[in-house]
């Protein structure tokens, strides 16, 4: 059975950090490129940051680079997303997804359509 189960949520205030988890299962891990996307009540949901197979490539939205980090552990199934100087703006729920026809990190892989599994979300509230 398919399964991803993010992690590592909570409040913060802002400038703070928080390191958020998703562990996969039900297939073999380093064949999917993973994303994190997030959504806010109302919106579609956007797009964070993505990985490649290997973890030798990733990809962040302009609104993050710079302040998280992505990687991945393909021996321990797990993503993580190092998420620094959190703000306000960052107050929403984080999702990680993964897609197994993605070959590599671009332009499709910021298209939150393009994947094929997605974890149940993880709250991330930052105070100002």
């Known amino acids: 059975q398919v399964q991803l189960v993010e992690s590592g949520g909570g409040l913060v205030q802002a400038g703070g950090s928080l390191r958020l988890a998703c562990v996969a299962s039900?297939?073999?891990?380093?064949?999917?490129?993973m994303g994190w996307f997030r959504q806010a009540p109302g919106k579609e949901r956007e797009f964070v940051a993505g990985?490649?197979?290997?973890?030798?490539?990733?990809d962040y939205a302009d609104s993050v680079k710079g302040r998280f980090t992505l990687s991945r552990d393909n021996h321990k199934n797990t993503v993580f997303l190092h998420m620094n100087s959190l703000k306000p703006d960052d107050t929403v729920i984080y999702y990680c997804?993964?897609?197994?026809?993605?070959?590599?990190?671009?332009?499709?892989?910021?298209?939150?359509?393009?994947?094929?599994?997605w974890g149940q979300g993880t709250q991330v509230a930052v105070s100002s």
């Open positions: 039900g297939r073999t891990f380093c064949w999917y490129t």
């Open positions: 997804a993964e897609d197994y026809s993605l070959a590599n990190i671009g332009l499709r892989s910021r298209n939150f359509h393009e994947y094929d599994y």
């Open positions: 990985i490649s197979r290997s973890g030798g490539s990733t």
